[in-house]
């Protein structure tokens, strides 16, 4: 029992964790290679190199039509590119409006794309290629694509995804249900067995009350430890996207570095702010954390793109709508120790005790009830 009920699902649970962290840093590092366009797009035909090595790029527009039920022609602002979905991992975004972590993506098969009406969103991220005389997108060992299907501004594709890839309940997971039903027979079967032997019908009593151990954590008394686990789970989770979101501005630049150049020939970097300007508060500068603008503070880091390094003016968007722009206060920017790792490690070891103690509890009451069935 302690097998398909415990040890597989939450093995599974690690493993759609690494996944989801996988993919989120896959699309972080997807955001330092540069934007495809029509002339970059020509250069690319036109060299011997392109065609032979090809390179690593991204690209947005909308679904314009799939050929041959396995390609996917993607239309942008001045070019169509066609991206094969063969071993492609495609993912579809929920809608999410507010400041709660959205859904985690679904992850979807390539042949189901083709339900998808025309125009909407996609976001491509991988490797270019020359196939059949023709620039595709395709997937690789080396370099797996990506491709995205979202409905939210391109500016904020980036924060959804980062807050977004995280399960809510990471115990329900692909080789949860089959688990659950091995572990539901076995302790069937073992009941089965003690049918007719009146000498163990506690053991009989005890097996068929096993087969529900999964909904332990859902009924009294336990349930409130395991209300308790979830705020406090999910309070992890807040931490550790809010301190991802709290480290992309610093992916353009190096330790120590306050500027760098970004793939669009622009001067990205930020300026130190004692106060937090008046147009934040209007709404014409974004806030790069969800939440951060109610919190005092008395210093401000402003990232996005210098007119020069000297230039002390306010900085501005990027001709990229995927790099970073907005205020993040100066804890988040140092040390911030209150989204470090330790923190949320801490609080998740913490949860998984309150939670084990609510089983605990109801096993124990369980147990005192079967105690007094024996005595009748």
Same mark, same amino acid.
């Given at each position: 029992?302690?097998?398909? &009920?415990?040890?597989? /699902?939450?093995?599974?649970?690690?493993?759609?964790? &690494?996944?989801?962290?996988?993919?989120?840093? !896959?699309?972080?590092?997807?955001?330092?290679?540069?934007?495809?366009?029509?002339?970059?797009?020509?250069?690319?035909?036109?060299?011997?190199?392109?065609?032979?090595?090809?390179?690593?790029?991204?690209?947005?527009?909308?679904?314009?039509?799939?050929?041959?039920?396995?390609?996917?022609?993607?239309?942008?602002?001045?070019?169509?590119?066609?991206?094969?979905?063969?071993?492609?991992?495609?993912?579809?975004?929920?809608?999410?409006?507010?400041?709660?972590?959205?859904?985690?993506? =679904?992850? @979807?098969?390539?042949?189901?794309?083709?339900?998808?009406? *025309?125009?909407?969103?996609?976001?491509?991220?991988?490797? @270019?290629?020359?196939?059949?005389?023709?620039?595709?997108?395709?997937?690789?060992?080396?370099?797996?694509?990506?491709?995205?299907?979202?409905?939210?501004? =391109?500016?904020?594709?980036?924060?959804?995804?980062?807050?977004?890839? !995280? %399960?809510?309940?990471?115990?329900?997971?692909?080789?949860?249900?089959?688990?659950?039903? @091995?572990?539901?027979?076995?302790? $069937?079967?073992?009941?089965?067995?003690?049918?007719?032997?009146?000498?163990?019908?506690?053991?009989?009593?005890?097996?068929?009350?096993?087969?529900?151990? /999964?909904?332990?954590?859902?009924?009294?008394?336990?349930?409130?430890?395991?209300?308790?686990?979830?705020?406090?789970?999910?309070?992890?989770?807040? &931490?550790?996207?809010?301190?991802?979101?709290?480290?992309?501005?610093?992916?353009?630049?190096?330790?120590?570095?306050?500027?760098?150049?970004?793939?669009?020939?622009? @001067? &990205?970097?930020?300026?130190?702010?004692?106060?937090?300007? /008046?147009?934040?508060? *209007?709404?014409?500068?974004?806030?790069?954390?969800?939440?951060?603008?109610?919190?005092?503070?008395? =210093?401000?880091?402003?990232?996005?793109?210098?007119?020069?390094?000297?230039?002390?003016?306010?900085?501005?968007?990027?001709?990229?709508?995927?790099?970073?722009?907005?205020?993040?206060?100066?804890?988040?920017?140092?040390?911030?120790?209150?989204?470090?790792?330790?923190?949320?490690?801490?609080?998740?070891?913490?949860?998984?005790?309150?939670?084990?103690?609510?089983?605990?509890?109801?096993?124990?009451?369980?147990?005192? $009830?079967? %105690?007094?069935?024996?005595?009748?």
């Amino acid at each position: 029992m302690a097998v398909w &009920y415990g040890i597989v /699902p939450i093995a599974g649970a690690f493993y759609s964790r &690494y996944k989801q962290g996988q993919f989120r840093r !896959r699309f972080v590092d997807l955001g330092l290679a540069p934007l495809l366009d029509y002339r970059q797009y020509r250069q690319l035909e036109n060299t011997a190199s392109g065609e032979l090595q090809g390179g690593v790029f991204r690209f947005t527009g909308g679904i314009e039509s799939i050929t041959d039920g396995r390609t996917l022609w993607v239309k942008g602002e001045d070019l169509t590119i066609p991206v094969s979905l063969e071993k492609t991992n495609c993912f579809l975004l929920p809608k999410h409006e507010g400041e709660e972590l959205p859904e985690a993506p =679904e992850k @979807i098969r390539w042949n189901r794309v083709s339900t998808l009406t *025309e125009g909407v969103k996609v976001f491509i991220g991988g490797l @270019i290629k020359m196939q059949n005389n023709r620039l595709n997108f395709i997937s690789t060992k080396e370099n797996p694509l990506i491709v995205i299907f979202y409905n939210c501004p =391109e500016a904020e594709l980036t924060s959804q995804i980062i807050r977004a890839a !995280r %399960s809510r309940n990471e115990y329900w997971n692909a080789v949860t249900p089959a688990s659950l039903f @091995i572990g539901a027979m076995l302790l $069937v079967t073992i009941a089965a067995s003690l049918l007719n032997r009146p000498a163990f019908r506690l053991n009989l009593i005890s097996a068929l009350v096993a087969v529900f151990t /999964p909904v332990l954590p859902a009924i009294p008394p336990g349930f409130l430890f395991t209300v308790l686990y979830r705020s406090i789970a999910w309070s992890v989770k807040k &931490y550790r996207a809010n301190w991802e979101l709290a480290r992309l501005p610093m992916r353009y630049l190096q330790p120590g570095q306050e500027w760098a150049y970004l793939s669009t020939g622009e @001067i &990205y970097g930020f300026r130190k702010l004692k106060s937090l300007p /008046p147009a934040a508060a *209007e709404g014409e500068i974004p806030f790069l954390i969800p939440g951060v603008n109610e919190e005092k503070t008395q =210093e401000w880091y402003f990232f996005g793109v210098l007119e020069s390094i000297e230039n002390e003016n306010m900085p501005a968007r990027s001709k990229d709508p995927f790099v970073s722009f907005g205020l993040l206060p100066a804890n988040f920017v140092l040390p911030a120790r209150r989204y470090a790792a330790v923190k949320a490690n801490v609080l998740e070891i913490l949860a998984s005790l309150i939670l084990l103690f609510g089983i605990t509890v109801n096993v124990i009451f369980i147990l005192f $009830v079967l %105690s007094l069935l024996a005595d009748i």
